[in-house]
């Protein structure tokens, strides 16, 4: 698109006057306004093009406007717009049968809900529904969403300026080899302290009380952790130990992002629930959901579930998931996904950390990597501090700022970068977001003492 300093001017100003956005203080942001996207780049009104690395929230695995996701929305839209959750649809059926086929073990329902907060909110009530039990479990360091019962789940900031929560969630320190809260030394010595650590809080919290334990699979904005072998095996052993659900958070990593349709099967692990929402159909239009064993779904045959939402598996949202399937079997997606996560971007980053004294480490699978940023490689301290902002943020800030300079949108949380691209991005695209990165890293290198 051709700059056009007039439409930015309008789309700026009523912007500031009358959206209000999330998670800000209104007069501390000055949001992009975006002219256009295609694949895995989005365009301003000034004509500078951004390499997606972040997949907006990382949600958009199919890349901006992709034909056959466009052409089945407006498909869908001239047969049918709309129809009640109540009443049975084809494509909503087409498209809960097609996730079910790529669930692990016995999870073969599918509740839709129009995101991944909500899914998270109602996997938990039916986990609540199932036990007769109230407390939940979750990590420190997870974000499950935004919603009351959502952000009592989350484990980072965002819940503070929600407290008190209803008092009906506890949580528990998590693997991270890499600043381990155990002492531990391997991977695998982290995996079985973490679990010992986590019986105990069941055991402390009372077994009888607990619901649920929700965990990330792969933990996303809080650092993508990818679990130490063993863990989610041991989290598996422990929920069945004390008549727990388990409850799989995917919403982030589901659907292509690490190279398979859901994590867990990466980790060779069947939870009782498993939510989604973003990649299921790329955010095209809303839609999450909870995929449901057959032992949960059984409790709910004689007994009401007691939860809806009017636009619960919308045919607009699910056209959008169907022809997503489509793509991801046609072109072989989860396929591209390990080549390119495993050929170009970890050795490439794995470079990165050598040469770069401000890389501490760097994580990941598939298309779904964390550089973290450290001041000091022998202490590991962090380039800023936990829940870093304003002056105290700069350094990231200035990483940021290179990086949006080289025609790159960078996904920046606390001490680290993402990488999160779209899975359609071209290996040369990759290759020259990488470059970018690799180049703005030069600025994390000056605040290295
Ligand atoms: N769970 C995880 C792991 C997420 O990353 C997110 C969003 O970033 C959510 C839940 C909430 O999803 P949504 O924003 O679609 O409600």
Same mark, same amino acid.
């Given at each position: 698109p051709l700059p056009d300093a007039a439409a930015e001017a309008q789309v700026r100003s009523d912007d500031r006057a009358h959206v209000f956005h999330s998670w800000s203080a209104q007069a501390l942001i000055d949001p992009l306004p975006v002219a256009a996207g295609e694949g895995s780049t989005f365009w301003d009104y000034q004509g500078n093009?951004?390499?997606?690395?972040?997949?907006?929230?990382?949600?958009?695995?199919?890349?901006?406007?992709?034909?056959?996701?466009?052409?089945?929305?407006?498909?869908?839209?001239?047969?049918?717009?709309?129809?009640?959750?109540?009443?049975?649809?084809?494509v909503r059926?087409?498209?809960?049968?097609?996730?079910?086929?790529?669930?692990?073990?016995?999870?073969?329902?599918?509740?839709?809900?129009?995101?991944?907060?909500?899914?998270?909110?109602?996997?938990?009530?039916?986990?609540?529904?199932?036990?007769?039990?109230?407390k939940v479990l979750s990590?420190?360091?997870?974000?499950?969403?935004?919603?009351?019962?959502?952000?009592?789940?989350?484990?980072?900031?965002?819940?503070?300026?929600?407290?008190?929560?209803d008092g009906s969630v506890a949580h528990f320190l998590g693997p991270y080899?890499?600043?381990?809260?155990?002492?531990?030394?391997?991977?695998?010595?982290?995996?079985?302290?973490?679990?010992?650590?986590?019986?105990?809080?069941?055991?402390?919290?009372?077994?009888?009380?607990?619901?649920?334990?929700? #965990?990330?699979?792969? $933990?996303?904005?809080? @650092?993508?952790? =990818?679990?130490? /072998?063993g863990? +989610?095996?041991?989290?598996?052993?422990?929920?069945?130990?004390?008549?727990?659900v388990y409850i799989a958070d995917e919403?982030?990593?589901?659907?292509?992002?690490?190279?398979?349709?859901?994590?867990?099967?990466?980790?060779?692990?069947?939870?009782d629930l498993i939510t989604f929402a973003k990649g299921v159909n790329s955010g095209y239009v809303p839609l999450g959901g909870v995929v449901i064993s057959q032992r949960i779904a059984e409790h709910f045959d004689t007994v009401a579930f007691m939860g809806g939402l009017t636009y619960s598996g919308h045919p607009l949202a699910c056209a959008a998931g169907v022809a997503t399937f489509e793509?991801?079997?046609?072109?072989? #997606?989860?396929?591209? $996904?390990?080549?390119? @996560?495993?050929? =170009?971007?970890? /050795?490439?980053? +794995?470079?990165?950390?050598?040469?770069?004294?401000?890389?501490?480490?760097?994580?990941?699978?598939?298309?779904?990597?964390?550089?973290?940023?450290?001041?000091?490689?022998?202490?590991?301290?962090?380039?800023v501090p936990f829940n870093a902002s304003g002056a105290d943020a700069a350094p990231m800030a200035a990483v940021a700022a290179a990086c949006k300079q080289g025609g790159l949108w960078p996904f920046v949380h606390f001490n680290r970068l993402h990488v999160a691209p779209p899975l359609v991005i071209t290996e040369a695209e990759l290759v020259r977001g990488l470059d970018i990165i690799d180049e703005a890293l030069?600025?994390?290198?000056g605040y290295v003492a």
């Open positions: 093009a951004y390499l997606d690395f972040s997949s907006q929230l990382v949600n958009l695995n199919l890349g901006h406007q992709h034909p056959d996701l466009v052409a089945a929305i407006q498909q869908q839209a001239g047969r049918l717009s709309t129809i009640q959750p109540s009443m049975a649809s084809d059926g087409d498209l809960a049968r097609r996730i079910a086929e790529v669930s692990p073990g016995d999870l073969d329902r599918v509740f839709f809900t129009n995101g991944g907060t909500d899914a998270n909110e109602y996997a938990v009530r039916m986990a609540r529904a199932v036990t007769g039990r109230r990590m420190y360091r997870s974000y499950h969403g935004g919603t009351a019962t959502a952000i009592s789940l989350t484990g980072d900031p965002r819940r503070w300026a929600n407290e008190p929560s080899p890499y600043r381990s809260s155990f002492h531990a030394d391997s991977p695998e010595q982290e995996a079985s302290r973490a679990l010992a650590h986590l019986e105990q809080v069941i055991i402390l919290e009372g077994a009888g009380t607990i619901a649920a334990i929700i #965990i990330e699979t792969i $933990v996303g904005t809080n @650092g993508v952790l =990818v679990p130490p /072998p863990y +989610l095996q041991g989290v598996r052993e422990l929920c069945d130990r004390f008549g727990i919403v982030m990593v589901g659907f292509g992002r690490v190279g398979e349709w859901f994590a867990v099967n990466a980790f060779d692990v069947v939870p793509v991801f079997e046609r072109d072989g #997606i989860l396929e591209r $996904v390990r080549d390119l @996560g495993s050929r =170009v971007v970890e /050795p490439r980053l +794995l470079g990165m950390a050598e040469r770069h004294p401000s890389v501490g480490e760097v994580r990941g699978l598939g298309l779904f990597w964390a550089i973290e940023l450290v001041s000091d490689a022998s202490s590991r301290a962090p380039l030069s600025i994390a290198d």
